[in-house]
């Protein structure tokens, strides 16, 4: 069975930083497409960051700059590095896994999520 599991939200201060993990079990991911997400209170699920296999990223733009995505396939771990924290960034993080083909953006591109961890950023 897969699994997704992250770790690393916790409540900070505005310009603080926090590293978000992501552990895979149930199948090798080196070759998928890894990627977070957020959700607000109120707001859709938005797409953060990916990676695929080789290490090719891509960021939204209210993040690009400020956070890091990577991975380390030994370990089926990805990381997200947050830095510069803001408090519109306030949000559930999820991690998703899905084949590196489907379009990163696409909530129905995954096929397995992480039950969320959450990030609260004061003023």
């Known amino acids: 069975q897969v699994q997704l599991v992250e770790s690393g939200g916790g409540l900070v201060q505005a310009g603080d930083s926090l590293r978000l993990s992501c552990v895979a079990s149930?199948?090798?991911?080196?070759?998928?497409?890894m990627s977070w997400f957020r959700q607000a209170p109120g707001k859709e699920r938005e797409f953060v960051a990916t990676?695929?296999?080789?290490?090719?990223?891509y960021y939204a733009d209210s993040v690009k700059g400020r956070f890091t995505i990577s991975r380390d396939n030994a370990k089926n771990t990805v990381y997200l590095q947050m830095n510069t924290l803001k408090p519109e960034d306030t949000a559930v993080y999820y991690c998703?896994?899905?084949?590196?083909?489907?379009?990163?953006?696409?909530?129905?591109?995954?096929?397995?999520w992480g039950q969320g961890t959450q990030v609260t950023v004061s003023s």
């Open positions: 990676i695929i296999w080789h290490g090719s990223t």
């Open positions: 149930g199948r090798a991911f080196s070759t998928y497409r």
């Open positions: 998703a896994t899905g084949p590196s083909a489907r379009p990163a953006l696409v909530r129905a591109s995954y096929d397995y």
